[in-house]
């Protein structure tokens, strides 16, 4: 049983701070792509940090230089640091986890940015 649960988010005001995490039972994140994705009301969900097995990282233009997304798999957990937020960056954010054979996705966590 695969089960992805993000944690983190809340309110913030606009140029503030968040931290989430992604904490994984029933699979092993060092064995997977893991991504943070984050849909607004009315928007298409998009693919904001993507990390590799590897470690290797990428971004959506509009978080570069804002996001990080990290890994630690002694912990089994994905986080992403988020700084100077905006109002725009506001979405529920969901962690998902990509393995040869499936993609899973946790339940999503609201982050709100107040201006």
């Known amino acids: 049983q695969v089960q992805l649960v993000e944690s983190g988010g809340g309110l913030v005001q606009a140029g503030g701070s968040l931290r989430l995490s992604c904490a994984g039972s029933g699979i092993i994140f060092r064995l997977s792509v893991m991504g943070w994705y984050r849909q607004a009301p009315g928007k298409q969900r998009e693919l904001v940090a993507q990390i590799s097995r590897a470690g290797s990282t990428s971004y959506a233009d509009s978080v570069k230089g804002r996001f990080t997304i990290s890994r630690d798999n002694a912990k089994n957990a994905v986080y992403l640091q988020m700084i100077s937020l905006k109002p725009e960056d506001a979405a529920v954010y969901y962690c998902?986890?990509?393995?040869?054979?499936?993609?899973?996705w946790g339940q999503g966590t609201q982050v709100t940015v107040s201006s």
């Open positions: 998902k986890a990509s393995t040869a054979s499936s993609d899973y």
